[in-house]
Nanobody
């Protein structure tokens, strides 16, 4: 099993910054894709950013130029630097990873419990 623990959420004013973290632990052989999703009240969960080991990051149009996704493979940790946040960024942010848990060539998708980000003055 793999556990993902997000942290760093909270209340921030419009135009401010926040940094989310997602630490993965457990039976990890290798981590492939790491993703940030968010879900606002009454809306579907949407992909915010994605980073694949050795690949270029992907960003949703709504956060392009404001958010930066990164990962530290030595710590199995995913980050999301959120700058110039807007009220419409208010949501629960979830991390999601594709993990190979042993030498067998199978990958499994795991989700964190989510962290609330509220952008308000």
């Amino acid at each position: 099993q793999v556990q993902l623990v997000e942290s760093g959420g909270g209340l921030v004013q419009p135009g401010g910054s926040l940094r989310l973290s997602c630490a993965a632990s457990g039976s990890i052989f290798r981590i492939y894709g790491m993703h940030w999703y968010r879900q606002a009240p009454g809306k579907q969960r949407e992909l915010v950013a994605r980073i694949i080991d050795g690949g270029s990051p992907y960003y949703a149009d709504s956060v392009q130029g404001r958010f930066t996704i990164s990962r530290d493979n030595t710590k199995n940790t995913l980050y999301l630097q959120m700058n110039n946040v807007k009220p419409e960024d208010t949501a629960i942010y979830f991390c999601n990873t594709d993990v190979q848990t042993s030498a067998l060539p199978y990958r499994y998708s795991y989700w964190g419990q989510g962290t609330q980000v509220t952008v308000s003055s």
